[in-house]
């Protein structure tokens, strides 16, 4: 009852300080008001226009929304610029670096028409082809040869365009795909040279690249009929094998033709082109994505290019309105009428919660006056309530006792499943971190599956692509083979057909071949019976006219050769009987044997005529021999010493036979330097002796001109005299034969008729042809030498 005193008390005293605040609020609200009213329209213009600027400041900046451009945009396009401006460049001059290695592998053209398809010309052969295994590399390159740069193009007319107007920087081969035609190996070949030595140790080549489907007719052209084995050995036995005969390539590049070709050896240290070519693509295909990549930035920095400089100025604005915003705003908020707005607003605040406050004061008294009057009720009937209220505990209290025991029995058995769960938890928390482990374990393992999945995926869309091409291909190839079907069970019937005939007529034929060797046998029986008759009874040569004619004693219709037989026989057995001790040849034997000796009298004579005449012509040859030799050793040592002594001036030379010996028996150098004779070559000099050599190689071409001649740098080792003496004797000596002379010296120039200058400009070997008068032949040319020196490498060709 105290407590509901002193609550009713606390909260009238609270209702009374909220009415005075509320009072106070309402006074002072009043007041503040009227003020407000007088300070209103200078507030109220620059409250029109904050908001005009607020206006104009989200009206910029929706505009820039519009844009859809994020500021510093244009920098990173520029600075992604510059990086792949390097990285191209960078990436150009390793391609260059590689091209110049394999030169070959460039091709460029010039569109040959306006609107050129350059699908149409699909590129160098080695460019269309890729090599999963770089160990077969060489045996490819090899397989290829000069085709590995032929250009392949769609059609022959694209070909020829090409050509003509495609200003080609070097002699190309172009295989059109619509015309060229391939021989590939057939199934049954492959199939036994891998019998042979084994299914990984020969390979179609044609099966060892890779290329687009529609460039399959090039590819077996250039690889179809070839095979390709891991070791000499096996492309031998290969090759040369009977049911093979195909020609096979080796590792290494070794050649097995059965045609009768073999080549092989050491081959150049230098990279293989196709083992590289994977890096030239890469380089290019990198290349390519680069310039890519740098065009689309070109194309977006330039569709940009108007858009940033807008978005810049409507920054600029937006920047200046925010600004102008903020000033006002701060104007605005600094102002009198604000702050009495503000006080407004406070006072405002300050009697609802005034009003609150006397809500809940009354809320409050009203509460306690009415537990305080059941309070009071309760007093008055404080006996009978207090044994009321002991019963009502009593019974609580027995309740609660009852309570307690049965609590206590449980909470008994709450321990003890209490502390079998402690040791369940225990053994869960052990679990919990071995699966914890396992969870982690799984965690990197999923990802690592993952990742294989993403990679796994990628690799399915490339196969699925390829999947459908191929399902289309092969479409098409059921398509064909259904038709090819039909043909052949169309040939098979009439294969069928003609079998059976030809059996048939397999059997005449074995039955007449068997007629024939029958008649054959019987014919060679009775022909050599007839020539064995010849050959032993003489008679039958004479008598054999009379053979079947009436009235002699051949008459075969009087005489019967059946008896006639019969008596022969006996003849026969009683001449075997006198065999034995008369040799009745004897006379035929005398006759033969004085045929051969008077013929072999006759061969005799003959020979030994023959022998005396051919010993006759070797004496006579032997005479003519030793006086054509004696006539050309004049004559060449007569132009030794002559050509010895221009190219040498003051010296003399010439070919003597040894001291007692003849020209037949060899000759020597005599050569005299002045009037000294050197006793052997060692004497002299280098050049002196390249002059000696010299000498004696001319004078025996003279012996015997020819019409031409061709000198390539003979005088490179003589000083310029010796080379002048050179050209001089070429001029006097040689008047009827014409020499062409590559020369870089002047002595040779001053006695030529006609020079011929060769040189670079522009890139291009150019040659020049100036016919010099023979007043020209005798002065030196001023003006060419002049021009001869400037490049000392210029040969020039004199006629």
């Known amino acids: 009852m105290m407590a509901c005193k002193n609550d009713m008390s606390k909260a009238d005293t609270e209702a009374k300080q909220a009415q005075m605040t509320l009072k106070?609020?309402?006074?002072?609200?009043?007041?503040?008001?009227?003020?407000?009213?007088?300070?209103?329209?200078?507030?109220?213009?620059?409250?029109?226009?904050?908001?005009?600027?607020?206006?104009?400041?989200?009206?910029?900046?929706?505009?820039?929304?519009?844009?859809?451009?994020?500021d510093g945009k244009e920098e990173s396009l520029l600075e992604k610029r510059r990086q792949l401006s390097r990285e191209v460049d960078q990436l150009k001059e390793t391609y260059e670096r590689l091209m110049s290695r394999f030169p070959n592998l460039r091709f460029d053209y010039k569109d040959p028409e306006r609107g050129w398809d350059r699908s149409k010309v699909k590129g160098l052969l080695a460019n269309l082809i890729t090599v999963s295994d770089v160990t077969y590399s060489t045996a490819l390159e090899v397989v290829a040869g000069g085709r590995l740069y032929n250009i392949v193009v769609d059609t022959e007319v694209t070909g020829k365009k090409l050509l003509e107007k495609g200003e080609l920087?070097?002699?190309?081969?172009?295989?059109?795909?619509?015309?060229?035609?391939?021989?590939?190996?057939?199934?049954?070949?492959?199939?036994?040279?891998?019998?042979?030595v084994g299914e990984n140790n020969a390979h179609t080549a044609l099966s060892l690249v890779g290329y687009e489907s529609d460039l399959r007719k090039a590819m077996e052209y250039v690889f179809g009929s070839t095979l390709v084995c891991d070791t000499l050995d096996n492309a031998k036995k290969v090759a040369f094998d009977k049911q093979v005969m195909t020609k096979t390539v080796t590792l290494g590049g070794d050649i097995f033709d059965p045609q009768g070709t073999l080549s092989g050896g050491a081959?150049?240290?230098?990279?293989?082109?196709?083992?590289?070519?994977?890096?030239?693509?890469?380089?290019?295909?990198?290349?390519?994505?680069?310039?890519?990549?740098?065009?689309?930035?070109?194309?977006?920095?330039?569709?940009?290019?108007?858009?940033?400089?807008?978005y810049r100025q409507l920054k600029q604005q937006y920047e200046l309105k925010a600004e102008e915003e903020q000033i006002l705003q701060a104007k605005v908020q600094q102002s009198s009428f604000h702050q009495?707005?503000?006080?407004?607003?406070?006072?405002?605040?300050?009697?609802?919660?005034?009003?609150?406050?006397?809500?809940?004061?009354?809320?409050?008294?009203?509460?306690?006056?009415?537990?305080?009057?059941?309070?009071?009720?309760?007093?008055?009937?404080a006996e009978a309530e207090r044994e009321k209220e002991l019963k009502a505990?009593?019974?609580?209290?027995?309740?609660?006792?009852?309570?307690?025991?049965?609590?206590?029995?449980?909470?008994?058995?709450?321990?003890?499943?209490?502390?079998?769960l402690a040791l369940e938890l225990e053994e869960l928390q052990r679990e919990q971190a071995g699966y914890e482990q396992q969870i982690q374990a799984v965690d990197e393992a999923m990802r690592a599956i993952q990742e294989q999945i993403d990679s796994m995926a990628c690799t399915v869309s490339q196969n699925k692509e390829a999947v459908r091409k191929a399902q289309e291909e092969l479409a098409k190839q059921k398509e064909e083979i259904m038709t090819q079907d039909k043909e052949l069970k169309g040939k098979s019937t009439e294969v069928n057909k003609m079998r059976e005939q030809n059996n048939e007529v397999q059997l005449k034929i074995k039955e007449l071949e068997h007629n024939i060797s029958k008649h054959h046998r019987e014919s060679q029986d009775a022909a050599d019976k007839v020539t064995r008759m010849l050959e032993e009874h003489d008679w039958i040569h004479s008598e054999r006219q009379f053979f079947g004619q009436p009235n002699t004693s051949y008459d075969f219709k009087t005489n019967n050769p059946r008896e006639a037989g019969q008596r022969?026989?006996?003849?026969?057995?009683?001449?075997?009987?006198?065999?034995?001790?008369v040799n009745k040849r004897a006379m035929n034997m005398l006759n033969e044997a004085e045929e051969r000796y008077n013929d072999l009298m006759k061969k005799k004579r003959i020979v030994e005529n023959d022998k005396a005449k051919i010993l006759q012509t070797i004496e006579e040859l032997d005479q003519k021999k030793n006086e054509a030799l004696n006539v050309a050793w004049q004559k060449v040592n007569k132009d030794f010493g002559s050509i010895f002594s221009t190219l040498l001036p003051g010296a003399t030379?010439?070919?003597a036979p040894p001291q007692g010996c003849g020209v037949l028996d060899g000759l020597e150098f005599k050569v005299a330097l002045g009037d000294t004779w050197k006793e052997n070559l060692t004497e002299l000099s280098g050049g002196q002796r390249s002059l000696v050599a010299l000498s004696l190689i001319l004078a025996m071409l003279l012996f015997k001109p020819a019409p031409i001649y061709i000198l390539d740098e003979v005088d490179a080792a003589l000083d310029l005299s010796h080379t002048q003496n050179i050209g001089q004797m070429l001029r006097t000596h040689f008047r009827h034969s014409q020499f062409v002379v590559v020369s870089l010296k002047d002595?040779?120039?001053?006695?030529?008729?006609?020079?011929?200058?060769?040189?670079?400009?522009?890139?291009?070997?150019?040659?020049?042809?100036?016919?010099?008068?023979?007043?020209?032949?005798?002065?030196?040319?001023?003006?060419?030498?002049?021009?001869?020196?400037?490049?000392?490498?210029?040969?020039?060709?004199?006629?």
């Open 24 to 70: 106070h609020a309402q006074a002072e609200l009043k007041s503040k008001q009227a003020e407000v009213k007088k300070m209103d329209s200078g507030y109220k213009k620059d409250q029109d226009a904050l908001q005009v600027i607020r206006n104009n400041r989200e009206k910029l900046q929706a505009e820039l929304a519009k844009l859809n451009y994020e």
């Open 169 to 196: 920087q070097r002699r190309y081969t172009i295989i059109p795909l619509n015309k060229i035609s391939a021989r590939t190996l057939n199934d049954k070949v492959v199939k036994t040279a891998k019998n042979l």
């Open 267 to 310: 081959r150049s240290q230098s990279a293989s082109v196709l083992s590289s070519l994977q890096e030239v693509k890469d380089v290019q295909d990198n290349l390519n994505d680069k310039e890519a990549q740098l065009k689309d930035i070109e194309k977006q920095l330039a569709s940009l290019k108007g858009t940033a400089e807008k």
């Open 340 to 381: 009495q707005q503000e006080e407004l607003e406070s006072l405002r605040k300050a009697i609802a919660e005034s009003e609150e406050t006397l809500r809940v004061t009354k809320d409050v008294q009203k509460r306690a006056e009415e537990k305080y009057k059941v309070l009071e009720n309760k007093m008055k009937n």
């Open 393 to 420: 505990a009593q019974e609580k209290l027995n309740s609660a006792k009852a309570k307690a025991d049965a609590f206590n029995k449980k909470l008994k058995q709450k321990q003890q499943e209490s502390e079998a």
């Open 568 to 581: 022969l026989k006996k003849l026969e057995e009683t001449t075997t009987k006198l065999e034995r001790n």
């Open 653 to 655: 030379a010439k070919l």
């Open 747 to 799: 002595g040779m120039f001053t006695n030529a008729n006609v020079l011929f200058k060769t040189k670079f400009v522009d890139g291009m070997s150019t040659v020049s042809r100036t016919a010099l008068s023979q007043s020209d032949t005798n002065l030196p040319l001023k003006g060419q030498d002049k021009a001869r020196h400037k490049d000392k490498r210029n040969k020039q060709v004199i006629s």
